[in-house]
C-alpha cells in the first residue's frame, strides 16, 4: 500500500527537511513516519501533524520508507504534498 501511494503522489517530499518546509508552507497532505526513527528527531513532526490535523501514518522502518520513496537509503519522514 504504501509503495503505490507513494508511486501515484504526484508531489512528495523526503527527509526531515523537506517535509519540515513543506509542513511550514502548509503543503502537506499526509506525513509517512517511520516507527525506528528516533524520538527527538520526529517531536516536531508529530506535534506539527496533531496541532494541524495532518493525516499520519506509521511504518515499520526506515529502510522500508526510504525504499518506498524510491531511495536506497532510509528516511524518518516523508509526506505527500497537496496538488496545488
Do not use: Y
Not at 504526484?10 to 509542513?23: E, I, N, W
Not at 517531536?43 to 526510504?66: A, Q, S, Y
Amino acid at each position: 500500500m504504501l509503495d503505490e501511494t507513494f508511486k501515484h503522489a504526484k508531489k512528495k517530499t523526503v527527509g526531515l527537511k523537506q517535509t519540515q518546509r513543506a509542513l511550514d508552507k502548509g503543503r502537506v497532505k499526509r506525513v509517512f513516519i517511520a516507527k525506528d526513527a528516533e524520538t527527538h528527531v520526529l517531536r516536531p513532526i508529530l506535534e506539527w501533524c496533531d496541532n494541524h490535523h495532518i493525516e499520519r501514518t506509521d511504518v515499520p522502518t526506515m529502510k522500508e520508507l526510504g525504499k518506498a520513496c524510491g531511495i536506497d537509503v532510509g528516511t524518518a519522514v516523508a509526506a505527500i504534498l497537496e496538488d496545488s
